[in-house]
């Protein structure tokens, strides 16, 4: 039996000045620092005495959720670039409605590699790629155990991945998902099907608010 436990990172200080996220680095709020507990403290009772490892995006905002659970469980933790968010390019750091004034949605011929009107923005494939190759080698792995923490829009990636979704239509998938939310994944040991056992919970928070969505995870 393998389990992934799949954690959104909690509220960063983008969210709160409600600018664009993506690359550019925040750190948690005193709300995301007590969020982030919250979270570790329900990864505990999840994974009790079992081995673990934990991986994170290396962005600041996702490092610091990562630090704070690898505190609660006493384990090391491993940092990624390929588990960062999408990049918006020079919208990042900017105010979220300067981003909505200018995004343009893809076309069902292009979703794959479309930059939602920001040149310098990176595309859904230049994101899959790097998540879907993070995933494969964070599961290889043979612990049966493993807490990723990631971002919003990267969480759909990593799920897709999980499934062995095809790339190409992991163009037309979307898994919202709120700060500080927790994904299980399960594989079992018999018929080795992979499972999405609880999706984007975030019934241990006190306040379901904050941070979700394309643009400020």
Known sequence: MKNIFVVTHTQSIHHVENKVGGWYDTQLTPKGVADAEATAAKL???????????FSS??????????????HLKRPFEITNDLREISYGSAGGMPQE????????????NRMDH??????????????ERVYRSVNTIISRPCPTQIIV????????????????????AGYV??????????????DDYWQSRSVIALADVSHLK??????????A
């Open 44 to 54: 505990m009772t999840l994974i009790g005495s079992a081995s673990i490892e934990i």
């Open 58 to 71: 290396d962005l600041l905002r996702a490092s610091q959720t990562a630090a704070i659970v690898a505190e």
């Open 98 to 109: 300067w981003l909505d004034a200018r995004q343009i949605p893809a076309q069902d011929h």
């Open 115 to 128: 930059r939602g009107g920001i040149a310098d923005a990176e595309t859904r494939r230049e994101v899959a």
């Open 150 to 169: 990631t971002h919003g829009f990267a969480l759909t990636f990593v799920i897709a991945a999980w499934i062995k979704m095809p790339i190409e239509s």
């Open 174 to 187: 979307s898994f919202p998902a709120r700060s500080g939310s927790i994904t299980h994944l399960r594989q």
């Open 207 to 216: 306040a379901n608010c904050g941070g979700s969505g394309e643009a400020s």
